[in-house]
Nanobody, 123 residues
Framework: VQLQASGGGLVQAGGSLRLSCAAS????????MGWFRQAPGKEREFVAA????????VYADSVKGRFIISRSNAGSTMYLQMNRLKPEDTAVYYC?????????????????WGQGTLVTVSS
C-alpha cells in the first residue's frame, strides 16, 4: 500500500495551495480518506476527511470555510484545496486511508498513511 502526497511548498499568507494524495485504488476506493497535519513541536491534528463516495466531508474548525477536500471519481486520488492560508497553517500535511468507508476525525480510524508534504506559509 502506498500513498503519495504532493503539492506542498512555500506560499505567502492569503495565498492558496492544492495538495494531492494518490493511493492504490485497490485499497482506497471503498474507504474514507483524510488529511492531518503536524506543526513543529505539536501533535498531529485532524484537518479534513471525506467518505468513500465523496458525498460527506468533515473539517476541523480551524480550516472550515478555507479548505476544501475532494476526491476523484475513481476514488483513488484525494485533494485538499487550501485558500486564505495563514502562518499557523504551516505544517507537514499527511494523507491517510480510513479503516471504514466513512469520514472520521480520529487518527486511530486510519490504517495507511502517506509520507507527508511540507506547507510553509510566510507572514
Amino acid at each position: 500500500v502506498q500513498l503519495q502526497a504532493s503539492g506542498g511548498g512555500l506560499v505567502q499568507a492569503g495565498g492558496s495551495l492544492r495538495l494531492s494524495c494518490a493511493a492504490s485504488a485497490r485499497t482506497s476506493s471503498n474507504n474514507g480518506m483524510g488529511w492531518f497535519r503536524q506543526a513543529p513541536g505539536k501533535e498531529r491534528e485532524f484537518v479534513a476527511a471525506i467518505n468513500w463516495r465523496g458525498g460527506s466531508t468533515v473539517y476541523a474548525d480551524s480550516v472550515k470555510g478555507r479548505f476544501i477536500i475532494s476526491r476523484s471519481n475513481a476514488g483513488s486520488t484525494m485533494y485538499l484545496q487550501m485558500n486564505r492560508l495563514k502562518p499557523e497553517d504551516t505544517a507537514v500535511y499527511y494523507c491517510a486511508v480510513a479503516r471504514s468507508s466513512s469520514s472520521t476525525r480520529q487518527h486511530t480510524g486510519y490504517s495507511y498513511w502517506g509520507q507527508g508534504t511540507l506547507v510553509t506559509v510566510s507572514s
